[in-house]
């Protein structure tokens, strides 16, 4: 669970940019937008797939490209 603890010399929009950092980091926010409506399992499983089959050829593009 991200947290922020400030020191006396630190300012609230020093605390606020270094709470969403962290909280990006985290990947709270992808869960919440991915939990927020049900997703059969198969819709799910293709999309797993889907993505894996982008990183393949981004990885192919790459290889090439050297």
């Known amino acids: 669970m991200p947290g ?3 020191g ?7 605390a ?9 980091k985290s990947g709270i926010l992808s869960e919440l937008k991915k939990r927020q409506h049900y997703e ?5 499983k ?3 797939e889907a993505a ?3 990183r393949l050829m981004k990885k192919m593009r ?5």
């Open 40 to 44: 059969k399992p198969s819709i799910q």
């Open 8 to 14: 006396e010399s630190d300012n609230f929009d020093y």
């Open 4 to 6: 922020v603890i400030l």
């Open 16 to 24: 606020l940019r270094k709470f969403k950092k962290q909280v990006e």
């Open 52 to 54: 894996a089959r982008k």
């Open 62 to 66: 790459k290889m090439q490209m050297m």
């Open 46 to 48: 293709k999309k797993k």
